[in-house]
């Protein structure tokens, strides 16, 4: 009983004095500091204790440090909400969240996470990762110091990996310009004039113009800025593509029902609506996998609107033939009630669609070009779904039972093709591909009840400006419309640009009506 | 159109009931209070919830015993984001109606729809969102921030952080347009150059934001310290960001801050990309002060869903009703000319902690912080400004409006009086 007594008394003297130590840890100082005082207290850390703050800076960097509002306690937390897991910082011990409120994360602001970026930059140059030390050295980069540049230098000689020595040497050049030799100045301009990068740039420019080598760094600057505008051109290409691959997938469906059949179908646009919110409520069932749910999507998403699709076809647009601008009514109402049943349904709210991390950032082909990941997959995805539809219409049975009807519908029954039953199907082929153009818009811009109304106009552009009832057509015209759109862009502005493209349109179809690729022979009679 | 209103008819219901039960003989004198916010269209994504705080405000004033003994009821109406259509509701409300007071409208030209109705029939508007100023009328309250209540601020804090070079980009229409001007009046007599400051435009709901953020990278890669004002409005702030996040512009290299994003509008965002951007407003869910956690539960417990966020309109709506009902209280009267006079002066509670007033020009005080984006979705306040912020209803940077000032006590009583040449040129009484 005594020898309890005794230990338990033993464990909390150890306990009180853990405390007190604790009291004059910077741990304890962090909570309530200012921003500037916890980068002091950060920087003095490092120096009394650096394993432990590091693990701090990255905590902080990552957003897991909280602090308990009455006591000031650290602890780590993973979820912010009540009844999730905390551990508390000091002594790792595990226990619950009793009251979100009493729970507030330490926090950080631009000017401090640059600093702890920086300071963590610094320890990472004998990472065993060579991506990280890329990434430590990229960050040096961006605000150079005499430091900065010392540390790169003690870590050049044992580097190994030819991409961090490239992005090291540019450091070392940089520093050179600014602190060599006369000669060394004129070494390091000679490098700084290879390199692509703005850094080497900005480093010129600084070189005063009364100095000798002021020339020399201009001659480095022309040439630079020469190769970089050679790869802008190539980028705005490239972004002219993306926006004309956009056009191409929200307008294709489009090219089926109104350029095949000949139906002009308001509701596309919410078709592609229905296909983006399949898109979020796959994700909503697989929080854990976006990426997965991403693929999943596609097939759903071609069923949902397809079937969508069917029972417009079957419901309304039947009983309307040869009626368009009855048809253009009808199909305008369906569109607003999607809109508000979505609306009811969803919220009014835009509902966020997360972007897989294969589809995140950009790929960096070099330091003045480099093609985001998103807009690739969505060119990609648009070329596979161009000539899956296209080998559809022209090697199938049901393209060839499609091209009978659009032709001639009474020859095409008399031959035994069920009409009707095409039509059904041509269309929810349409509104199928719209549905997974919204998986892919999904990933570029917001999922909302209004999303549909953004692209039904351009939809419409691009069948007519392509030639009704031509899928090259739409292709052509999606892509040379975004090119054009995109080369307009950076002298006229976006409004003017959009306006420019739109007279060209009207007048383009003033003179040819049937578009770019119009229909011949028997096909334009139909 | 029919399921919202319908269910929120259903849930007023009951306190409708209550009312004519309890109170039988004065169940036809109740105070009608009017709400005009598009509950469908473009608009809805923004109105409906202001429309839902409303009803909130209202039935906890109800529980409170009502006000001067009688029940307030509210009248919802749908103007549908049809600009004449909310004159046409404006009218509806309070001639058809009867209604005392109108809460409501979003957009500037909403609200300049409203305003020659509304001063016809000498009634009053309660207008909670932020805008561009250079309007004051005498029957309008304007409860969400003028430029200077937002605008400057977020400049001022930016210049601080050192930035050097600005790009202010916005939708093409007069909120930005009239924002970005009295920005570049105010960054110019803060001594930056032409050169630094970069404007863009673009349409509404402007989806591919590939070139302009390209553009945006390069004007900040020539080692100044660049900044992006943004007044991109609604639907485009989504490709906005996703773009920026896409071609790795992250806030340390160019903080993005924005007058038209907050909790609503990041409820539909992924937000990871966006960790550090900024936004400036009045008020944050994340603000600590009793006031703002009791508001939280009670809209969590209205909404039935935990997961709600509040935002700068619902504060500006919080403040505007309990200023009307404080100033009906003062005058022991309802009539909107009574109340008039007796609003210039109310303080009542704002959810930050501190006090709100209703100034002489419609406008009222209150604190400008600056957020952060974080990646679950909320705010963290990185400055406040030391005291509360009047707003200003001329702004002091704009030529045509610098010597404007607006007062509507007696006897001045002018929505745009010019100190130089002592001429009332606004609407006089």
């Known amino acids: ?526 | 159109m029919f399921p919202i209103a319908g269910k929120k008819t259903l849930r007023i219901l009951p306190i409708a009931l209550a009312t004519a039960l309890s109170n039988a003989a004065l169940a036809a004198d109740t105070i009608k209070v009017g709400v005009l916010h598009s509950l469908s269209g473009t608009m809805a994504i923004s109105e409906t919830t202001l429309k839902d705080t409303m009803l909130m405000l209202i039935e906890e004033q109800n529980k409170k015993g009502g006000l001067l003994g009688k029940q307030l009821e509210a009248v919802v109406v749908d103007p549908a984001s049809n600009w004449p259509l909310f004159a046409e509701k404006a009218r509806e409300l309070v001639e058809k109606d009867g209604v005392d007071a109108i809460f409501g409208c979003w957009t500037s030209v909403s609200r300049k729809s409203v305003l020659p109705v509304i001063e016809e029939l000498d009634s009053l508007l309660f207008y909670p969102v932020q805008y561009e100023g250079e309007e004051s009328s005498k029957n309008v309250f304007y409860t969400g921030a003028a430029p200077n209540q937002q605008a400057i601020p977020a400049v001022d804090y930016l210049m601080e952080q050192g930035v050097k070079r600005w790009v202010l980009a916005g939708t093409d229409y007069v909120y930005p347009r009239t924002t970005n001007k009295i920005l570049e009046a105010y960054l110019k007599a803060n001594g930056v150059a032409e050169s630094d400051i970069m404007i863009n435009y673009t349409p509404f709901g402007h989806s591919d934001w590939q070139s302009i953020v390209s553009d945006i990278k390069g004007f900040g890669a020539e080692g100044k310290k660049t900044a992006v004002v943004s007044t991109i409005n609604g639907d485009a702030n989504v490709p906005f960001y996703k773009e920026l996040g896409a071609q790795g512009v992250n806030a340390d290299d160019i903080p993005v801050i924005a007058f038209s994003v907050g909790e609503e509008e990041l409820s539909g965002m992924d937000t990871a990309p966006l960790v550090g951007h900024l936004a400036a407003w009045n008020y944050f869910m994340s603000a600590e002060s009793e006031s703002n956690d009791e508001f939280i539960d009670a809209w969590h417990a209205y909404t039935g869903d935990e997961d709600r966020v509040t935002n700068d309109p619902m504060e500006a709506h919080y403040i505007g009703f309990n200023m009307w009902v404080e100033a009906v209280k003062k005058a022991q009267s309802t009539e909107p000319g009574a109340v008039q006079d007796a609003i210039i002066g109310v303080s009542v509670p704002n959810l930050t902690g501190g006090l709100s007033s209703m100034m002489p020009n419609h406008h009222i005080s209150k604190p400008v912080l600056i957020g952060e984006i974080q990646d679950d979705g909320q705010f963290e306040i990185v400055s406040e400004t030391p005291g509360l912020v009047v707003g200003d209803a001329w702004s002091d940077y704009l030529p045509g409006s610098k010597d404007l000032i607006s007062d509507w006590r007696a006897p001045l009583s002018c929505g745009a009086y010019d100190v130089v040449s002592a001429k009332c040129s606004g609407q006089e009484l």
């Open chain 1, 1 to 526: 009983m005594s020898n309890w007594t005794s230990s338990l008394i033993g464990l909390l003297v150890g306990l009180l004095t853990a405390l007190q130590v604790g009291a004059s840890t910077p741990a304890d100082q962090l909570a309530n500091a200012s921003f500037s005082e916890k980068q002091t207290l950060i920087q003095t850390w490092i120096e009394s204790d650096s394993s432990t703050a590091l693990s701090v800076v990255q905590l902080l960097l990552d957003g897991r440090l909280y602090y308990e509002k009455n006591t000031n306690r650290l602890v780590l937390i993973d979820t912010h909400k009540t009844g999730q897991p905390l551990t508390d910082f000091a002594t790792g011990q595990a226990g619950t969240i009793e009251k979100k409120r009493a729970y507030k994360r330490v926090s950080v602001n631009n000017t401090l996470r640059t600093f702890l970026r920086d300071t963590l930059a610094a320890a990472q140059l004998s990472d065993a990762d060579p991506a990280v030390r890329l990434s430590s050295v990229q960050q040096m980069l961006g605000d150079l110091t005499p430091e900065n540049a010392d540390q790169i230098a003690k870590f050049r000689a044992q580097e190994t990996d030819t991409d961090v020595v490239d992005l090291m040497d540019l450091a070392l050049a940089i520093d050179r310009l600014d602190r060599g030799t006369p000669a060394e100045q004129a070494q390091a301009i000679a490098r700084l004039a290879d390199s692509l990068t703005v850094e080497a740039m900005n480093a010129l420019r600084a070189v005063p113009a009364n100095s000798p080598l002021a020339s020399q760094a201009r001659s480095g600057i022309q040439s630079i800025e020469h190769r970089r505008n050679r790869y802008k051109a190539v980028e705005t290409l490239y972004f002219g593509l993306s926006l004309g691959s956009v056009l191409v997938l929200a307008g294709i469906g489009l090219a089926i029902t109104f350029g095949v059949m000949g139906v002009i179908n308001m509701a596309h646009g919410e078709l592609i609506m229905l296909g983006a919110y399949t898109t979020f409520v796959i994700q909503q069932i697989l929080p854990s996998q976006p990426g997965m749910a991403l693929l999943i999507s596609l097939p759903c998403a071609f069923m949902v609107s397809g079937l969508v699709g069917i029972g417009i076809q079957r419901g309304v647009i039947r009983f309307l033939t040869g009626r368009p601008l009855e048809t253009l009514l009808a199909t305008f109402g369906i569109s607003l009630i999607l809109q508000q049943a979505v609306r009811s349904i969803f919220s009014p709210l835009n509902r966020s669609v997360v972007t897989p991390e294969w589809m995140a950032g950009s790929w960096e082909i070099n330091a003045a070009l480099s093609l985001t990941l998103n807009r690739l997959y969505v060119i990609g995805f648009c070329l596979v779904v161009f000539f899956v539809l296209l080998t559809l219409l022209k090697r199938s049975s049901l393209g060839l039972q499609v091209r009978a009807v659009s032709q001639n519908r009474q020859m095409a029954q008399a031959m035994g093709v069920r009409s009707g039953w095409v039509d059904a199907l041509t269309f929810g082929l349409g509104s199928g591909v719209a549905g997974l153009a919204g998986v892919a818009l999904s990933q570029l811009t917001n999922v909302g009840p209004n999303m549909g109304q953004a692209y039904i106009i351009d939809s419409f552009m691009v069948v007519v400006f392509g030639g009704v009832g031509n899928l090259w057509g739409t292709l052509v015209a999606g892509l040379s419309l975004g090119i054009a759109n995109k080369l307009l862009e950076p002298w006229a502005g976006a409004v003017l640009a959009k306006i420019l493209v739109l007279v060209f349109i009207v007048l383009f179809i003033q003179k040819n009506p049937r578009g770019l690729f119009p229909q011949r022979g028997r096909a334009a009679e139909g």
